[in-house]
């Protein structure tokens, strides 16, 4: 099973995000590294099996970053919406479980 997670960074910590997700457990779709040895997900879609399998890079995204800039000393904020092929792969996950 696959869940979405949203997670607040408290540090800007490298990989802190996929380390804590796979020391509870639930490693990050796509997340070579810290990756979690699971058994093939039965009764799946197709098509949404194949653009997992497909998928050539970490299920893991940041909508906003921020940080104070050094020399201006004001915060900085930046959005992004989410990728496409993530999208796609969401939207078939949001639908295979009705």
Same mark, same amino acid.
Do not use: W
């Given at each position: 099973?696959?869940? %979405?997670?949203?997670?607040?960074?408290?540090?800007?910590?490298?990989?802190?995000?996929?380390?804590?997700?796979?020391? /509870?457990?639930?490693?990050? %779709?796509?997340?070579?590294?810290?990756?979690?040895?699971?058994?093939?997900?039965?009764?799946?879609?197709? %098509? %949404?099996?194949?653009? =997992?399998?497909? /998928?050539?890079?970490?299920? /893991?995204?940041?909508?906003?970053?921020?940080?104070?800039?050094?020399?201006?000393?004001?915060?900085?904020?930046?959005?992004?919406? /989410?990728?496409?092929? =993530?999208?796609?792969? =969401?939207?078939?996950?949001?639908?295979?479980?009705?």
């Amino acid at each position: 099973t696959f869940s %979405l997670i949203e997670c607040k960074l408290e540090t800007g910590r490298t990989h802190q995000i996929r380390v804590h997700m796979k020391y /509870l457990g639930n490693s990050i %779709l796509g997340d070579d590294k810290y990756k979690k040895n699971f058994k093939k997900i039965k009764n799946i879609d197709h %098509l %949404l099996e194949k653009d =997992l399998i497909n /998928l050539n890079r970490q299920f /893991l995204h940041a909508k906003i970053l921020g940080f104070i800039h050094p020399k201006k000393n004001e915060e900085m904020l930046f959005n992004s919406i /989410l990728p496409k092929e =993530l999208q796609i792969i =969401l939207k078939k996950l949001r639908n295979s479980s009705k």
